[in-house]
């Protein structure tokens, strides 16, 4: 039996209904009894996880480690995070990462102004070591996602969008955090978690991330899905579409991305796609079709020259076999 199999299976005997555990001291679920329950409760929330997918989500609540999410843009790693969320009832802190991020932006600040009007209403007489204690007091302190995760009185899912936008000074901030779950403010001292968060970091992969940090999550790939697996997302997503032609978009789709193209269209874009065809009420994909929906999964120019001369024209001319 496989390991996602074994995890499926601990849900208990055949024919059992697998139970949710709460967590009492906070009225939250929490950690779900088997994987295949928490692929229910993803697919309840509009996320069809794959198994692997599932079994380390699974395994990172039960577990209690971070999940690095890599993959190509657009594959589903931020919405695993809302989907999480959603499904353990659980409020979502995200930390959107960009180039020059600080910890001031991430971590904590302290509130100037407020400290400002504490020192002008102390007596003239007070002392600085009095003065000082007072305006370096946690009601001074202003959180970023990082800290508000961690000082958070019940659990959260804490998404670390983009990771490989920062810099490795930034990775090596978040070490204390992905391993001991607490941060270290030098006026206050530590400060743990008051819940356990689930973490997710995610990375389009664009750089290679730092071994310190990927040592410390369970790591997760998700790449762009078979075909079965994404016809079941476009059933998912867009219910209505007849079946021809959410089956021709999902074979449409395989063939773009088999090209060489500067960004190849994202699952994202397979579900735009299919709504907008089902908007236009189409029957079929026909190069009619596909030439004036062609903008919604290809946003570059010379990707959308490459698919009209090696897509669009072979569908005007009747070929079956697209991309062959």
């Not at 993959?71 to 809302?82: F, I, Q, R, S």
């Amino acid at each position: 039996m496989t390991l996602a199999g074994r995890a499926r299976s601990a849900a208990g005997p055949a024919g059992e209904q697998p139970h949710l555990v709460t967590c009492h001291s906070h009225g939250v679920p929490e950690t779900p009894s088997s994987a295949q329950l928490l692929s229910d409760q993803l697919l309840a929330e509009g996320y069809l996880a794959d198994e692997r997918t599932a079994l380390v989500s699974w395994l990172a609540l039960g577990m209690g480690k971070p999940v690095l999410v890599e993959g190509p843009a657009g594959v589903g790693k931020t919405e695993l995070a809302k989907a999480l969320a959603k499904a353990l009832d659980r409020r979502l802190i995200r930390l959107q990462c960009y180039e020059g991020l600080d910890e001031a932006k991430a971590l904590y600040e302290w509130n100037y102004r407020k400290q400002l009007l504490r020192i002008q209403a102390e007596e003239g007489d007070a002392g600085w070591e009095r003065v000082q204690e007072d305006i370096f007091g946690a009601e001074f302190l202003l959180e970023r996602p990082l800290l508000a995760a961690i000082t958070s009185e019940e659990p959260v899912v804490l998404l670390v969008d983009e990771i490989d936008k920062t810099d490795q000074e930034f990775e090596a901030m978040l070490l204390e955090l992905l391993s001991d779950f607490q941060i270290s403010v030098p006026e206050l001292g530590t400060m743990q978690a008051r819940s356990m968060p689930i973490v997710l970091l995610t990375s389009n992969n664009s750089r290679e991330l730092t071994e310190a940090l990927k040592r410390r999550c369970l790591y997760l790939w998700i790449d762009y899905p078979e075909a079965e697996h994404e016809l079941s997302i476009v059933r998912l997503k867009a219910p209505d579409l007849p079946e021809k032609v959410a089956m021709r978009l999902v074979e449409l789709i395989g063939e773009v991305r088999a090209l060489d193209l500067k960004k190849p269209p994202s699952i994202a874009e397979s579900i735009d796609w299919a709504r907008a065809l089902l908007l236009l009420g189409a029957n079929d994909i026909d190069a009619e079709a596909f030439n004036e929906t062609m903008s919604v999964i290809i946003k570059h120019r010379s990707d959308l020259e490459t698919v009209a001369e090696r897509v669009g024209m072979k569908l005007g001319s009747g070929d079956a076999t697209v991309g062959s």
